[in-house]
């Protein structure tokens, strides 16, 4: 409290901040800290003079950990996986076969392909190898961390999804963008994989995942979207806390403070995390536009760019600034018209949460069609279409779904992350997809038709089975090799019950 009256808020600003922090603890799990024990034991890789120098040292001098240590040639190595304290290494042993042990560190002094983490050394990384050595035996004994991510695989686009024909993955943007390990994919099992122990809290993943399947502990959507309902009819000053918390920060706010009193911090632990959903969310519930106290990385701006362009459409205005591009801040003011209230249903995933918001903005106008990270616009040869619903089941957003009582494909695309599964599933090829667009359209909120058929029933039984343009395809293909066999004719009108009848009263 002694820093928010050295920033000169009132009562109510003042609560305001101290309510985030609350909700950033409601929204904390309680195992969020950790301790791993490490035992002092590694894999040194290599051979030659440095190598032979390095294990002189780690059994010749007296430690704070008695090291285990085991030595391999460069030439037997495999590969490598798992993280400080829980490295699995596969090695060929003398007779070629393939064998694995584990190790909590490995030092590496050959040119392998090693991941970038905590507990793998390389001579290149320090001054001398006592230097390796200390780095080494820092590393054992008790070890904390943060569990600082959370991974709903419910709408990832990746997780147990099998890859496209090339053998690539429809979505592995997480991944990608880790400066670490961790968060990594198996690709045999189709996994994701998150090492808390090499996080380094950067928020990328979160910024990048085009569902919202990983948040950020304390800051996930349904918090952040609490936080930013507080801030009706403020406008956000976006500031890192690290920076927040600083002498500077105090200075620089009391100047911001008296140009336009209605500034105020919104304080993130790591604002790189914001995305598309994160800066519409901010936007829509204080009902202002954005500031960002310093420049997001990189990896932010195709959002930000695109949230200003939508933002410039419909209110002839600006979204999110950075300071340093403001001319005359004592102009801002909220703008009531942007306002709206929507609070995320448990699990739903953030392509729905931006369609709902995106909706409230859009009503039944139209502003045209905007470049947009994650997002889709699906094409159909609807006359083609059989309507086998292949699509239906790759789409785990349900940009795409059945209307079962009207035989009909109905699409919506705000929910599509642009991963082109569909058009990959498609057996007739009648799928193609326009990327990283979205039409500023009422029907882009909404399920639409774009393909339909007319029920098929069984010419025995009269249950509908099929659609009639399935059943066509079928007897396209298999009428040339049936010949004139009327009875293998009638049975491809027949539902799978009466086919069997018929071919056997035949």
Same mark, same amino acid.
């Given at each position: 409290m002694t820093q928010h009256t050295e920033m000169a808020l009132n009562a109510q600003e003042a609560e305001i901040l101290h309510e985030c922090d609350e909700l950033t603890l409601d929204f904390t799990s309680l195992n969020k800290d950790s301790i791993s024990l490490i035992p002092p034991q590694c894999v040194v890789i290599g051979y030659g003079d440095l190598c032979d120098a390095f294990l002189s040292l780690c059994v010749e001098k007296e430690h704070s950990y008695v090291l285990e240590v085991s030595q391999l040639l460069p030439q037997d190595f495999v590969s490598l996986k798992g993280h400080l304290g829980a490295f699995n290494l596969r090695f060929k042993n &003398?007779?070629?076969?393939? #064998?694995? %042990?584990?190790? &909590?560190?490995?030092v590496c002094f050959a040119p392998l392909d090693l991941p970038e983490?905590?507990?793998?050394?390389?001579?290149?990384?320090?001054?001398? &190898?006592?230097?390796? %050595?200390?780095? %080494?035996?820092? =590393?054992?004994? #008790?070890?904390?961390?943060?569990?600082?991510?959370? =991974?709903?695989?419910?709408?990832?686009? =990746?997780?147990?999804?099998?890859?496209? &024909?090339?053998?690539?993955?429809v979505c592995h943007s997480c991944v990608d963008i880790c400066p670490t390990i961790g968060i990594t994919s198996d690709k045999n099992a189709r996994i994701l994989e998150l090492s808390a122990i090499d996080c380094i809290a950067c928020g990328r993943c979160v910024s990048v995942c085009p569902t919202g399947s990983v948040q950020r502990q304390g800051d996930g959507l349904e918090a952040f979207t609490y936080k930013a309902r507080l801030y009706k009819d403020y406008i956000p000053l976006v500031v890192r806390r690290e920076i927040f918390e600083s002498s500077e920060f105090i200075e620089n706010f009391k100047i911001l403070k008296e140009q336009?009193?209605?500034? %105020?911090? =919104?304080?993130?632990?790591?604002?790189?995390m914001l995305n598309s959903v994160y800066f519409l969310t901010l936007l829509q519930e204080s009902g202002s536009s954005i500031i960002l106290y310093a420049p997001l990385? #990189?990896?932010t701006n195709t959002d930000r760019d695109s949230i200003n362009e939508i933002y410039k459409r419909i209110f002839s205005s600006t979204a999110i600034m950075e300071l340093s591009e403001i001319d005359d801040i004592s102009t801002l003011k909220p703008l009531p018209q942007s306002h709206y209230v929507y609070t995320p249903r448990e699990n739903e995933s953030s392509k729905d949460i931006f369609a709902e918001r995106m909706r409230f903005w859009i009503k039944q106008e139209s502003y045209g069609k905007v470049k947009i990270q994650g997002f889709g616009i699906l094409g159909i040869n609807a006359e083609q279409c059989t309507l086998c619903l292949s699509c239906v089941e790759a789409c785990n957003t349900k940009a795409l779904v059945n209307n079962q009582s009207r035989f009909e494909l109905l699409y919506k695309p705000a929910l599509c992350t642009d991963c082109g599964y569909c058009v990959a599933s498609c057996a007739e090829q009648v799928l193609s997809l326009e990327e990283s667009s979205l039409a500023l359209e009422e029907k882009s909120f909404a399920y639409t038709p774009i393909a339909s058929d007319e029920p098929f029933r069984c010419v025995e039984c009269n249950k509908v089975f099929a659609t009639q343009k399935s059943i066509n395809k079928i007897k396209q293909i298999l009428m040339p090799s049936f010949g004139n066999d009327s009875l293998k004719l009638k049975t491809l009108e027949c539902c799978t019950d009466c086919k069997v009848k018929v071919m056997f009263e035949g």
């Open positions: &003398a007779l070629g076969e393939i #064998e694995s %042990l584990q190790t &909590a560190q490995v983490c905590k507990g793998v050394h390389k001579p290149n990384m320090y001054e001398s &190898a006592i230097q390796m %050595l200390q780095a %080494l035996l820092g =590393f054992c004994g #008790e070890q904390s961390y943060e569990r600082n991510i959370i =991974f709903n695989p419910t709408h990832c686009q =990746f997780q147990l999804r099998r890859p496209l &024909a090339s053998g690539e993955s336009n009193p209605l500034i %105020l911090p =919104f304080v993130l632990q790591v604002p790189d990385g #990189e990896h």
